[in-house]
């Protein structure tokens, strides 16, 4: 600990400037390397898997294996100052060099207040949401000893088959882009030396929500287009935004597994891209490239992930038995292991873990930091924004508060567990306000609810349909909360129907056919196909698993506190065979146009989605204008300014999440229909209007050419402004030259 005190000594008495300290520091990792045997060079790249449970980590403080606690990095699954601090202290002191771990925790959407699945706070469009969202769940996690998240997930997905879609922000780069670069920024706040930063890991690097089926872990196949221009741009924002760690994904892309891909973890990540950050493999995914068909033996897998570019190999610990040999044999440069330790300690040093190793172990800190009222204000604010109204006929919403009675139907209303949704890190359910408790919290006091919790995503059986029906006829209205559970939604939870679970749809024939009428309140972590039945419903609302303060959130928008202002993050499809359904598609030489044959479409459905992406309404109305452009003609490097007036047609103020695509309409390839590249959160009082402005340039123009190029090329665009992708609502300028673009530099952060 001598030298420890030494550090310490230094960071609080030394005064210098930026350049000199950090030349002490960078003295300070060269010094651990240069001390350091091979063995401990690669017990700094292997990460201890730590059994959880509800109520804490499962630690044995003796020798855990496979690996003792003094010959790992880092440690997955550890939490709590107690723990975190015990561990440490073992780490350190039974150590020959005394260096401290990393503890990393899996940091989805919130801490122990947890805030919307990051699928719902893509419905918000929000990047400054996404950021304080992100820096709650920071200041929580650093005061309960958490260095280390893995988050955000930055994966597109187009298949809500997939479980895991609901980590992500959807189907669109750009806006996925927007919220990487926020969270990524939230996970950071100032930075060091403030002990609520934390590191932050986009993950999965790449094309994980492109697996075939919508299966988890499966096989991912797209073109190096789609790899380009709709993956890589949201890790490419994270990277710019100072992201401190890529995890690659599971799958495999042209026949190479990523976690032995050298072409994407060196070529494109480090030597394109100029990361310089660590890379982490998934858990286990070193020892599964065996089960991938191109590693033998466990040494062939170790040689094969470090070589194309992985420094922490996560739970498996093929790297402590075979990288050593390895080395010694020549199959790995051992200069090679010293930059991927020196990125180790050089994020242990951001941390301030040299100069204190118990500096993320507080427990006052941690007692006033976690659950509190701010951050469950914020959580209620966040659901708030994320909720999207569907289908409102004739305004039965919002309710009034001072109903007869009302009849509340599903066992999901009283699920505190699927309010937090997957990976929901230490959040407990007993924190958690339930939709039947928001609803009676939210009522006039001599108003009835009944409940009912027949509708079950887990069951198939009804015990009592005449009972049912007879509830729903003598209640004034019926709210129905209908969806997944927790664990229908999120990794391994792929799912081949996504209509409603159970015997719900079944229920909710009952309630419809009583007569009074049905609001359906949607709870779910992927865009469902709603059936004939759900589509019947005069009202809907996509409330997502929003959280801590879910019940509280949808009473806010049931009974008008709020009104609602989501807009939809992924298509809904009318049906599992139109998947994968997404609105930046190509139009093919054969464009779908309803009511025609020979051209690409159905024969026994539309080939359009129920709801399309940026599709939501409001308890108010919008009209917008016409878009106003600076100029009709623009060199390739202008920008151009474009203009619309929104306003709100009404009764009541609201919120318009204005958006703004753009479609390149002859090019050298093949160009989406449109692209989203501007979106605007704008407050409007009844019969206000304002005027909102976007500017576009040469990076909202440009293409990849048939070389992988950016550039501009010269030609007519056509510029929407409107309330979803589908607005007709346009106009038109040209480009007047070509110019090709940096083939290095990174997309700018939305």
Known sequence: MKFYRQLALIYLTLSMTGGAVQAIEQDTVEDLLRQMTLQEKIDQLSQLGIQTTPTGPVIDYGELSPAPINTVGSVLGAYGVEQTRRLQEQAVNQSRLHIPLLFAFDVIHGYRTIFPVPLAEAAAWDADLAYRTARAAAVEATASGVHWTYAPMVDIARDPRWGRVVEGAGEDPFLGAALAAAKVRGFHGAGPPDRSFMLATAKHFVAYGAAEGGRDYNVADVSERTLREVYFPPFQAAVAAGVDAIMPSFNELAGVPLHSNTALLSDVLRNQWRFTGLTIS??????????????????????????????????????????????????????????AVRRVLKAKQRLGLFADPYRYSDEARQRASVLTPQHRALAREAAQQSIVLLKNTDALLPLPKHLRNLLVVGSLATDAQATIGPWSAQGRADDSITILQGIRNAVAPNTEVVYLPDASPLSQKVQNLPAIRQAAQKAQVVIAVLGESADQSGEAHSRADLGLPGNQDVVLRALLDAGQPVIIVLMNGRPLVLSENVQRAPALLETWFLGTEMGSAVA????????????????????????PLYYAHKNTGRPPREGESWVSAYIDTPWSPLYPFGFGLSYTTFSYSTPRLSADRIASTDTLTVQVSVTNTGQRA???????????????????????????????????TRSVSFTLDAQDFALLDEHWLPVVEAGRFTVFVGADSTTANQAWFDVTDSRALSETGLSRPP
Do not use: C
């Open 282 to 339: 998934d858990a286990n995914a070193v020892w599964e490239l065996s089960q991938h068909g191109i590693a033998d033996v466990p040494g062939d897998a170790a040689r094969l992930a470090f070589n194309a570019g992985i420094d922490i190999e996560m739970v498996s610990h093929a790297y402590r038995g075979f990288l050593p040999s390895l080395v010694r044999n020549g199959l790995v440069p051992v200069a090679a292991v010293d930059d």
């Open 556 to 579: 806010d928008i049931l009974f008008g506190d709020v009104s609602p202002s989501g807009k939809l993050p992924i298509t809904f499809a009318r049906s599992v065979g139109q998947i």
């Open 654 to 688: 609201g919120d318009e999440i204005v958006q703004l695509y753009l479609r390149d309409d002859v090019a050298s390839v093949t160009r989406p229909v449109r692209q989203l590249r501007g979106f605007r959160k704008v407050h409007l009082e009844a019969g206000e």
